[in-house]
């Protein structure tokens, strides 16, 4: 990323488009407006929606939920913000001390953050808060799709909190035949939509009954004993249901769960640290980091601090956020950590990149917006023009999502992104309504603030002649590499589509204990991280079989491998992508070689048009169709592909290059002809 412009220093408002200045001499875009902004409701007064705010603007605090923000967060007067506590390991002290909830050895405490208020609205908002303390969409016309109008009937949140809140509710349904549940609409639709809001997805693909849980992982970072518990769960319901996933969130997906042992998992996982609620639907996912924080020497900002703090945000410190439990979609948030942004902070709906107030010199961030993949439409992030102090990050959240909620769209599922909300608004009133919900009612200019990323694209260029063809920006973070703390590396580990098998977990918990600090990372390419290892440690652990498993030296293509779950257990998906990823990816790892300092090569799979793989951002895409190969025969399985997708700095979304390509010899042979055109690949 440049340094400020002379424009931004001589004043002119300076926006960051991914990584990419730009003043008013060059404008962002911004969206149409597609429909007056705040459209009057006619079924609900002004009067009555405000009454139920509390308040018009962000400068009051008053209803921010009692004793758990006091202690968190401290009063809106209280003394000026303390630095973030994370106590990093030394080599000398690698192999014990320090121990918290969040790891045996390294101590990560959310960073403090001013209050936001949580009953911030608007008079002519859609959405109003009830006297339970949920927030419902008060304008039945706006909910156009299914899933609302199963939130207008009960809210997920309030039903799981209420009397004796998830224990009775679980209890309730698996004392009912599995059979008559789907004959009761109501308990239908709690099993397969409303137990989300806990992290609890029914696979009926695993069998009636069978669930999928996801977590909240901050950062991605896991300890010794959180991993050896996992392992414990999915390894009860043996190979054929137990196991877990890495997901594109820097995240853990649980499979194989039954209800009946859904409350005990739950209650486990809280004691040690993890929790799952609001994880899935219509919530704000889990906060992605860099996973080298705190370790890598070019870092420019530790993000692990700051995702701790907008994780406690979001869930209110784990006890359920009702003001942001009723989205009109999820949202993904992110926090940059380096010019290589691992977090892929363009398809985030919130992307928080690290700069430097030009008045104090303070710690803050620039602020993108908006960015998300769809099967209808991929939008990249864009600047909201605006910078942040690092103790207003959670206010700036909750100003931005609460907007989304008060406005956002709710018709069909494809078109009700955050995107879809500032379209309908238009830019300009979207901000202006931000800022309106800020602690204060104002949103300094991004100009006021001087961004800490160095220009990643300045010393790696695409390459001038074949903009087609280039080299990735990024570093890896898998192999071997030495830490900013002297004496120590960190060994990342591919594990191919991010499949975690039973014994997987505890192997790689006994490594961490036995080399490292204890810790195991995540990453959103679906790998692991092995912090903390002293240099003289490395040969005896690269020995070790978990290692030689999941290799920190894998092949191009498998080492860029990323697969959405695929039809072994979602519904939705139309062919087995992760199974078939890794097995194109091998075989072409063995036939060819790539040019010398050529980082990576990725390969996103997705198993329906919903793009989970995040089939748009990889080097070669794929996404999952069925393919008539001919009258007389059965469809079979097959993708439409993808060339030419980039992360970093300068994004670009991959474009179709062909339709229908059946699985085998035919999709293998048009692959291996793109990254030989494209990607300068030769034969071996």
């Not at 960073?111 to 006297?131: E, H, I, Y």
């Not at 679980?170 to 008559?180: A, I, N, V």
């Not at 009954?209 to 996992?230: D, I, K, T």
């Not at 919903?610 to 469809?635: E, H, L, W």
């Amino acid at each position: 990323m440049m340094a400020m412009t002379a424009a931004a220093a001589a004043g002119t408002p300076q926006v960051h488009v991914n990584g990419r200045s730009s003043s008013n001499s060059c404008p962002v875009r911004r969206p149409a407006v597609r429909t007056p902004w705040r459209t009057k409701l006619s079924a609900v007064s002004p009067s009555s929606t405000a009454a139920a705010s509390g308040g018009d603007g962000g400068a009051a605090n008053g209803g921010n939920g009692g004793g758990f923000w006091s202690r968190l967060f401290g009063s809106a007067n209280s003394a000026p913000l303390a630095a973030a506590t994370v106590e990093q390991p030394t080599a000398s002290s690698s192999s014990g001390g320090l121990e918290s909830r969040y790891g045996p050895k390294t101590v990560i405490k959310p960073l403090p953050q001013n209050p936001p208020n949580l009953d911030v609205t608007s008079a002519d908002a859609f959405v109003g808060k009830t006297p339970q303390g949920s927030w419902q969409l008060l304008d039945e016309g706006r909910a156009k799709n299914p899933f609302e109008k199963t939130k207008l009937q009960n809210d997920a949140l309030e039903l799981l909190k209420r009397n004796g809140g998830f224990d009775e509710l679980t209890g309730e349904l698996t004392s009912t035949p599995f059979e008559d549940i789907y004959t009761d609409e109501e308990k239908a639709k709690t099993i397969d939509v409303r137990l989300k809001w806990m992290g609890l997805f029914h696979r009926l693909k695993a069998g009636k009954g069978r669930f999928m849980l996801r977590l909240r992982l901050p950062n991605g970072v896991l300890n010794s004993e959180q991993c050896r518990y996992m392992d414990g769960v999915i390894s009860k319901y043996g190979e054929e249901q137990g196991c877990a996933d890495v997901t594109t969130r820097q995240n853990l997906q649980l499979r194989g769960i039954t209800l009946e042992d859904a409350p005990e998992i739950l209650s486990t996982l809280e004691s040690l640290g993890i929790t799952t609620l609001q994880s899935g639907m219509d919530n704000v996912r889990n906060v992605a980091g860099s996973p080298i924080a705190g370790i890598d020497p070019q870092e420019v900002y530790d993000t692990r601090a700051m995702c701790q703090a907008l994780t406690e945000y979001v869930t209110q410190g784990y006890d359920g956020n009702p003001a942001i439990s009723n989205l009109p979609r999820k949202f993904n948030i992110c926090v940059v950590g380096s010019a290589d942004m691992f977090e892929h902070p363009h398809i985030n709906d919130i992307a928080l990149v690290p700069a430097k107030s030009n008045d104090n010199g303070k710690l803050g961030f620039h602020v993108e917006v908006g960015g998300f993949l769809s099967p209808s439409r991929c939008a990249d992030a864009i600047p909201l023009d605006a910078f942040v102090d690092e103790g207003d990050a959670a206010a700036l959240c909750h100003a931005i999502l609460s907007t989304f909620r008060d406005y956002g769209v709710r018709g069909p599922r494809t078109k009700t992104r955050l995107m879809w909300c500032i379209d309908e608004m238009g830019y300009d009133n979207f901000r202006e309504e931000v800022a309106r919900r800020m602690p204060g009612g104002n949103l300094p200019r991004a100009s006021e603030a001087t961004t800490l990323l160095p220009d990643a694209i300045a010393h790696h260029p695409i390459d001038p002649i074949d903009e087609s063809y280039h080299h990735s920006t990024r570093r890896s973070v898998l192999g071997t590499h030495d830490q900013k703390q002297d004496g120590l590396q960190w060994a990342g580990l591919c594990v191919p589509t991010g499949s975690l098998e039973p014994g997987d977990m505890t192997a790689l918990a006994n490594i961490a204990d036995k080399f490292g600090s204890g810790e195991v990372r995540l990453t959103v390419d679906q790998n692991v991280i092995i912090p903390n290892i002293p240099k003289e440690k490395m040969d005896a652990f690269l020995e070790e079989p978990i290692v030689q498993k999941f290799t920190p030296f894998p092949g191009m293509l498998v080492a860029g491998l990323v697969s959405c779950t695929g039809a072994r257990w979602c519904p939705q998906a139309q062919i087995h992508t992760k199974s078939n990823a890794l097995e194109l990816a091998q075989r072409l790892d063995d036939q060819l070689s790539f040019p010398e300092g050529t980082n990576e090569v990725r390969m996103h799979w997705s198993g329906c048009p919903n793009v989970c793989g995040q089939s748009q951002v990889g080097d070669v895409g794929f996404i999952g169709t069925s393919v008539k190969v001919s009258k007389d025969q059965d469809a079979v399985e097959g993708v439409n592909l993808l060339e030419g997708g980039r992360i970093g700095q300068a994004p670009a979304e991959a474009q179709l290059v062909d339709k229908k390509v059946p699985l085998g010899d035919e999709l293998e042979q048009k692959v291996k002809a793109i990254l030989m055109e494209k990607y300068g690949a030769v034969e071996k």
